[in-house]
């Protein structure tokens, strides 16, 4: 139906938005169900070659399987033959290994004998040396002890003296103080007999004359007593009757005055008699001072002399302890040095053995067989002047050739590293040689500045070639290197005694 005039804007808009979410909603419809089938199809597609990819693996597992059969097959027969090829090549080296391995049993065998010959003949050495250093041990101790011996008899005799001189100085001690003992109580008993003498005449006399006095004293006091009597009666009666207590006391006192006079008696005899007793002690004390100073100041004069004999003899050990300590500082100084010298001789000798061992390994079959190339005639006729050369031992010749061996090896070892140097040298100048003429062909194949300014080494004038070789060096005959010559003579002997020796 065809709609005239103008549309309402408002009408018009809101149908053709309906209608295009309505086309929207049936083509999302369409392709929701062509998508649900494209991935079913998908689905059938995968599943159907997963199936293939199955099968694939199996026929390719099987066909694998059967060619490692086949192959394995091939290659047990391959590894056998060449495991045989192998065998014999193996066997081949070790008959050449084993009689290589001989020869050098029979070397070391050699060697064995000389280096044994080399050890006893030290052994023998150095058990002369020990030897001498014990009987100079020996001597040294039988000296001392003798020094010793000397020393202790000049003591034992100087102390025997000593002691002679003491005891006689003793004895006459002795004897004189027995002298004068005896001479004291001589002369003591002669005054004791001598005062008891004068005592008993002197009592003798007072006796008499006391006796005559006594007698008229008493006929005096006779009378007086009588008369006194008389009167000390009536007076004591009278005094006893009046004092009898104080006569008591009286009485009790003088018992008392009697007895304390007794007392006083004995005392006064006990000092005199201590007083002579002191006296005598302080006599012999002044004498026994004196001789105990005398035998002192003597006693201190030989004290003197004996500390100064004995720190004569302190000073003298000292000195010899000293000595003997300096000379074994010395010796164990010499022996440390020794002993580390001998240590770097072994550890020098170790590292020889071990590069004589890794060298060994290097060795050719001629080497391992021959070692050490022959001497020259004249060699062999000055060793056979040597005993008649003035002043030359043979035994100490013999000693210093043992190492001729050792000097060969080293000459021939250096000749070699000195052929082997030359022929590095030469070498060198040929590998140089073939650079420069590789560089100048590569020159020529190439194209650039340099090369296009510089001349063609590859154009050929005249059937000549435009490389530049390097000058030929030539030695000249009378070089003045005394090296070189020297080297040329040993390579000349050494190639004399390598054609006698294969010869």
């Known amino acids: 139906m065809v709609k005239l005039g103008k549309e309402i804007k408002g009408r018009v808009k809101k149908e053709t938005e309906h209608k295009r979410v309505i ?24 599943e159907t070659l997963k199936k293939k990819q199955v099968e694939e693996e199996k026929m390719a597992h099987f066909n694998r399987m059967k060619i490692l059969t086949h192959w394995r097959r091939i290659m047990r027969v391959a590894k056998t033959e060449q495991l045989k090829k192998d065998i014999q090549v193996y066997q081949q080296n070790h008959d050449r290994e084993v009689d290589a391995k001989d020869a050098i049993l029979q070397m070391l065998d050699r060697d064995l004998e000389e280096a044994d010959e080399q050890y006893q003949m030290a052994l023998r050495n150095h058990k002369i040396r020990i030897d001498q250093l014990i009987d100079i041990q020996n001597s040294r101790l039988t000296g001392l002890h003798e020094e010793f011996e000397r020393d202790l008899n000049i003591l034992k005799s100087e102390f025997e003296q000593e002691r002679g001189d003491i005891n006689k100085g003793h004895e006459m001690e002795k004897r004189e103080l027995e002298d004068m003992i005896s001479t004291i109580e001589e002369e003591e008993n002669a005054k004791l007999a001598k005062l008891k003498k004068d005592f008993v005449e002197l009592r003798q006399e007072t006796k008499n004359g006391k006796d005559e006095e006594l007698e008229g004293m008493k006929h005096e006091l006779i009378k007086k007593i009588d008369l006194l009597d008389q009167d000390f009666e009536i007076q004591f009666s009278n005094y006893v009757s009046e004092t009898d207590n104080k006569s008591n006391d009286y009485t009790e006192k003088l018992r008392t005055n009697d007895k304390d006079f007794e007392e006083l008696t004995e005392i006064t005899r006990e000092t005199a008699r201590l007083k002579e007793i002191i006296m005598n002690w302080t006599l012999k004390k002044q004498q026994n001072s004196k001789e105990c100073s005398d035998r002192n100041n003597k006693l201190m004069k030989e004290k003197v002399q004996i500390l100064k004999h004995y720190h004569e003899l302190k000073r003298k ?22 002993m580390d010298t001998l240590k770097g001789y072994q550890k020098l000798a170790e590292r020889i053995l071990t590069t004589a061992e890794l060298c060994r390994k290097l060795e050719t079959e001629r080497e391992k067989v021959l070692p050490f190339y022959e001497s020259d005639s004249d060699t062999l006729e000055e060793e056979g002047k040597v005993g008649s050369i003035e002043g030359v031992h043979k035994d100490v010749y013999n000693e210093f050739k043992q190492l001729d061996q050792f000097y060969k090896r080293y000459n021939k070892v250096l000749l070699d590293k000195i052929a082997i140097e030359k022929q590095k040298g030469s070498l060198d100048k040929e590998n140089m040689f073939f650079k420069s003429l590789l560089k100048q062909y590569l020159d020529g194949v190439s194209v650039n500045n340099d090369v296009m300014n510089a001349s063609n080494p590859l154009l050929v004038v005249n059937n000549k070639v435009n490389l530049n070789r390097p000058p030929v060096q030539k030695l000249d005959e009378n070089s003045s290197n005394p090296r070189a010559v020297g080297n040329i003579m040993e390579l000349n002997m050494e190639i004399t005694n390598i054609n006698k020796h294969t010869g």
């Open 23 to 46: 086309v929207k909603i049936l083509n999302q419809e369409k392709t929701m169900e062509e998508l649900e089938k494209e991935q079913a199809i998908l689905k059938m597609k995968r």
């Open 317 to 338: 050990m000292t000195l010899f302890r000293e000595d003997e300590s300096r000379r074994l500082t010395n010796l164990t100084k010499n022996s440390k040095a020794c």
